[in-house]
Structure formats: structure tokens, C-alpha cells
């Protein structure tokens, strides 16, 4: 079955970095969509990035725009958030999720933006404080 493991949250300062890792496994890595999600206490969740792992194009949110990458290592499995920069309203759960898309799908990560994510990680916490 799809499973989908989170790890590198943690406790930074504002201004620092992190950088979060998913490792999927179940399913045909190359080809499909993965998303990096958050939750806040009291917030609704939010798509932070996302990429087609079929080509690598990607799409971020305006919250995330200049400050976090998205990138996949096809040999690991593994695709991996780094965030820089990091203000107080990163801090949140950071979920990767996964939408399992047609082999025709357009190869873009407006695309994969748009999809419904049917498979989550446990979550990784990030905090970031003053």
C-alpha cells in the first residue's frame, strides 16, 4: 500500500532553515503528483508546494514563492522541502501527500496543484520562533 514517511521538522529561529523529507513508497514514484501541505493550530491546511515527478515542474504557493524548494531524488524515493528564511507563521504541521495521476496527465505542477490528494504522511512538526 502507498505509504508516505515525513521526517526533518524541528525547532529553528526565525531566518533558519529546515529541510523536510518524504519518502514514498507502494506506488510508481516517477509519474504521479506529490504535495507538501501544512496545518496550523486553528488554521485550515494549506498546499505549500507541490511537483510532478515525471519531469520535476513544480508550484508554490505565494506563501512559500522565494523562499522554499521542492525537489525529488527519483533513486530514494524521496522528494524534500527546504525552506529558508523561515518566519514565525511557518511554524505547523507539514504533511506530504500523494494524488496518483493518469499516465496522460500534463506534466506540470499547475496540475498537480489542482489534484485530490488521497495519500498522507503522519506529519512533521516545524517550529519557528523569535
Known amino acids: 500500500q502507498v505509504q508516505l514517511v515525513e521526517s526533518g521538522g524541528g525547532s529553528v529561529q526565525a531566518g533558519g532553515s529546515l529541510r523536510l523529507s518524504c519518502a514514498a513508497s507502494g506506488y510508481t514514484f516517477s509519474s504521479n503528483c506529490l504535495g507538501w501541505f501544512r496545518q496550523a493550530p486553528g488554521k485550515e491546511r494549506e498546499g505549500v508546494a507541490f511537483?510532478?515527478?515525471?519531469?520535476?515542474?513544480?508550484y508554490y504557493a505565494d506563501s512559500a514563492k522565494g523562499r522554499f524548494t521542492i525537489s525529488q531524488d527519483n533513486a530514494k524515493n524521496t522528494v524534500y522541502l527546504q525552506m529558508n528564511s523561515l518566519k514565525l507563521e511557518d511554524t505547523a504541521m507539514y504533511y506530504c501527500a500523494a494524488a496518483l495521476v493518469p499516465p496522460w496527465a500534463p506534466r506540470r505542477g499547475t496540475y498537480c496543484y489542482r489534484q485530490q490528494y488521497n495519500y498522507w504522511g503522519q506529519g512533521t512538526q516545524v517550529t519557528v520562533s523569535s
Open positions: 511537483i510532478y515527478t515525471g519531469g520535476g515542474s513544480t
